[in-house]
C-alpha cells in the first residue's frame, strides 16, 4: 500500500481482489508465500511511460504522456486497451491492467493483462489532430508490443478512427502486416461483433444470472449509464432481449425516457454528430434531460453502469435497492464503489462485476487475434455465438467457484477466484 500511496484506484481493486480471494489465500497459503505469489501477481512485468509530441491545428506544439503497462503474461500475450482521456494517469492504468488479468483469464482464451493509454483528450479534436497524436503514440508504443507480445485495443476515447491511425503507423514503422491491435476496421482484420460485443456480451451473461435465479430478463425495466461504446450495445441487446431501457447519461447529464430510449437518435447524437446528450430532448420531446447527476435514482429491475469507474456509490445503491432493483451487471470496469457494491450483496441484489460480465469485448478480441493468425474472417452469426457461449461459460465459472468455497451467489469472489486460479498456477509452473 505505502508503495503505491498515490494511486488509490489501483490499491482499491488490489483490496477488492485479495479481499475475495481470502479462503484461496487461507487454504494455500504456504505455497503462496514460498513462491511469494501475492506479491509477483501485484508487481506489474513493466510500465513504460513516455512523451508523446504532436502539433495542433494551430501549428503549436503539444506535448501528453503515454502510458503501457504490461501486467503478466502468464497466460499469453499482454493484452488490454488504450484509453485516452485527460484524467488518465499510471494509477488509474494500472489498476485497469490488474483487472484485465482476470478478466482474460475468465474468457478461457490465452491471453494475458496489460492496459495503456494517455492523458490526451479527443474531444473537440479535429482528425487530423487526432491522427497527428496516434502517430506519435505510436511511434513510442511500436517498440514494446507486436502480435504475440502485447496486443493493445480501444477503451474510453479509442474507437475505431483511433485504433485504424495507430494500425497504419504500427505497419509503416515496423514493416509488418501483423494482428498487433484489435477493434480494427474490417477491411483491414478486424472482426465481425467486435464493435457490439461488451456490451452483447453483457446482456448474455446477464441474461444467464437471470435465468439461474429463476427469473427472467425480457419485460423487465434497465437503467443503463453511459452512452458510449458499451452502453449503446448493451441497450441494443437488452432490448432485442425483450427489457425496455430508460436511461442513458454522458460526462455531463442524463436522460430518463419513460416510452423506452430511441437508440437510433443516441447513436446519430453520440456517433455520427459526437454531440451532448442534451440533444436528445429534440428527438423525443417526450422525454427529460437532467443536467449532471446520474441515472440511479430511476426506478428500475436491472442495472447496467457502462460509463466509467466509481460512477455508482452507496447512495446510488441505496437508492437502486429501496426503488426495487434486483441486478446490477457492471459494463464498465470498477463503476461500483467497495460500499456500494458490499450493500448492494448484503440487500440481496445480484451483481456481477466487471471483469466478468463486460469480458466480451476482450473475448472478442481473442477471437479477432484467431482469424488474424488464420487469416480468415468468420460470419457475424460464427463470432456472435462464440461470444454467446463464452459468456454462459464465465457466468458458470463464477458461480461454480463461489460454491465451491461456500460463498454461493457471491459473483465477485467467484469471478475472482475463478480467473486467479488459472494465472496462478501457470506462474507457479513457470516458476520464477
Ligand atoms: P466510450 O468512450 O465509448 O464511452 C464512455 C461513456 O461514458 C461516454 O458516454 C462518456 O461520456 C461517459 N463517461 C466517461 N467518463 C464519465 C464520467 N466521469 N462521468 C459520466 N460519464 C462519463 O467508452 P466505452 O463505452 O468503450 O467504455 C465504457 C466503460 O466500459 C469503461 O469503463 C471501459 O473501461 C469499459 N470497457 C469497455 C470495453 C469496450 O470494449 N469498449 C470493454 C470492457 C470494458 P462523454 O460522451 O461525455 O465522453
Known amino acids: 500500500q505505502q508503495k503505491d500511496a498515490s494511486q488509490p484506484e489501483f ?44 502539433v495542433d491545428d494551430q501549428g503549436q506544439m503539444q506535448v501528453n504522456r503515454g502510458f503501457r503497462v504490461q501486467f503478466n503474461n502468464a497466460i499469453g500475450p499482454y493484452k488490454g486497451g488504450l484509453r485516452f482521456r485527460n484524467n488518465v494517469n499510471l494509477g488509474i492504468i494500472k489498476f ?34 487526432i491522427m497527428a497524436f496516434c502517430q506519435s503514440f505510436m511511434t513510442e508504443l511500436s517498440k514494446h508490443i507486436g502480435a504475440d507480445v502485447d496486443v493493445p485495443a480501444g477503451d474510453i476515447g479509442v474507437g475505431g478512427r483511433e485504433i485504424g491511425y495507430l494500425f497504419g503507423q504500427y505497419k509503416r514503422i515496423r514493416g509488418l502486416y501483423e494482428g498487433v491491435l484489435t477493434g480494427k ?33 425480457a419485460g423487465k425495466t434497465v437503467v443503463i449509464s453511459g452512452a458510449g461504446n458499451v452502453a449503446i450495445y448493451a441497450a441494443q441487446k437488452a432490448m432485442q432481449l425483450g427489457a425496455k431501457v430508460v436511461t442513458m447519461s454522458d460526462s455531463t447529464g442524463w436522460i430518463y425516457d419513460p416510452d423506452g430510449i430511441d437508440l437510433e437518435a443516441i447513436k446519430e447524437i453520440k456517433e455520427v454528430k459526437r454531440l451532448r446528450l442534451s440533444e436528445y430532448v429534440t428527438y423525443r420531446p417526450n422525454s427529460q434531460y437532467t443536467e449532471g447527476g446520474n ?51 448484503e440487500n440481496g441484489v445480484l451483481f456481477a462485476p466487471g471483469k466478468a460480465a463486460n469480458a466480451g469485448g476482450v473475448a472478442t478480441s481473442a477471437l479477432e487475434m484467431t482469424q488474424n493468425s488464420e487469416r ?53 509452473a513457470q516458476g520464477m
Open 295 to 345: 441515472v440511479w435514482s430511476v426506478p428500475c429491475d436491472v442495472a447496467l453502469p457502462c460509463a466509467t469507474q466509481n460512477e455508482l456509490d452507496l447512495d446510488d445503491a441505496k437508492a437502486l435497492v429501496a426503488n426495487g432493483c434486483f441486478a446490477v451487471a457492471e459494463g464498465a470496469n470498477m463503476p461500483t464503489t467497495l460500499d456500494a457494491t458490499a450493500y448492494l450483496q
Open 185 to 217: 476496421g474490417l477491411e483491414f482484420g478486424g472482426s465481425l461483433v467486435r464493435t457490439e460485443a461488451t456490451g452483447y456480451g453483457l446482456l448474455y451473461l446477464t441474461r444467464e444470472m437471470l435465468r439461474c435465479n429463476g427469473k427472467d430478463i
Open 376 to 428: 480468415l474472417s468468420w460470419t457475424f452469426e460464427e463470432v456472435d455465438a462464440k461470444l454467446e457461449s463464452i459468456m454462459v461459460a464465465i457466468f458458470h465459472k463464477m458461480d461454480e467457484a463461489s460454491k465451491r468455497y461456500g460463498m454461493e451467489g457471491n459473483y465477485v469472489a467467484g469471478a475472482n477466484i475463478a480467473g486467479f486460479e488459472k494465472v496462478a498456477s501457470a506462474m507457479i
Open 96 to 129: 485497469l491492467g490488474f483487472e484485465q488479468i482476470f478478466k482474460n483469464s475468465l474468457t478461457g482464451l490465452p491471453i494475458g493483462g496489460g492496459k495503456g493509454g494517455s492523458d490526451f483528450d479527443p474531444k473537440g479534436k479535429s482528425d487530423r489532430e
Open 11 to 54: 490499491i482499491q481493486a488490489v483490496s477488492e481482489v485479495l479481499e475475495s480471494l481470502r479462503p484461496v489465500i487461507e487454504a494455500n497459503e504456504a505455497k503462496f508465500r514460498k513462491e511469494a505469489l501475492l506479491e509477483r501477481i501485484v508487481e506489474p512485468d513493466r510500465q513504460i511511460m513516455f512523451r508523446v509530441p504532436w
